[in-house]
């Protein structure tokens, strides 16, 4: 009797303890559901116009450029938003950006971009009258607690940013022969 139990138990507790393990989602994280959609784009245009073009669209939208290698073509920049709609929150975009050249007058540019969404609280200390009753701030506090930290998914922050470096690289394309003949 107790070898059925035995028999009957085991493969259900199998069963169980497999579907209960599963494996953790950063173990997929190069699989091809992952990947960002928009996140990389051919600019017409060589290395260094390329180059430029970023950083000029860059600067344009407020970012601040905390590292750009010319060597190996990557530039680290990051930009504190703060939210039109409720003051108490803002957010940290971090972008880092890789350039591939592909040929003369071509160049990759793919963007990984990471936002972390703030909310900052102010509280005041009071100074109370009999530890109950408050009756005039004597100080405050402030506070900023993480509220979210992901990846950058959406399309349009990155058909944004791409169509603003197309649109300087054909305004520095077109410029370069200009200034080769005024030299």
Request: with cysteine.
């Amino acid at each position: 009797m107790r070898y059925r139990i035995y028999r009957t138990l085991a493969p259900a507790l199998c069963l169980i303890a497999v579907s209960c393990s599963s494996q953790p989602s950063y173990e997929d994280a190069f699989s091809t559901h992952h990947q960002v959609q928009g996140s990389v784009e051919s600019l017409p245009a060589s290395v260094d116009i390329a180059w430029g073009s970023v950083l000029e669209v860059l600067a344009q939208q407020g970012f601040l450029v905390q590292q750009a290698d010319a060597k190996s073509h990557i530039i680290l920049a990051n930009r504190e938003i703060r939210d039109t709609q409720d003051q108490d929150m803002s957010y940290a975009v971090s972008a880092t950006l890789t350039f591939v050249p592909m040929a003369e007058q071509i160049t990759r540019v793919l963007v990984a971009a990471n936002q972390t969404t703030e909310m900052h609280k102010k509280e005041y200390r009071w100074w109370k009258l009999l530890w109950l009753i408050p009756i005039f701030p004597t100080g405050s506090d402030y506070t900023t607690v993480v509220v979210n930290r992901d990846t950058v998914r959406s399309p349009q922050f990155y058909r944004d940013f791409f169509t603003a470096a197309k649109r300087s690289c054909e305004e520095k394309s077109a410029a370069a022969p200009q200034l080769a003949i005024a030299q």
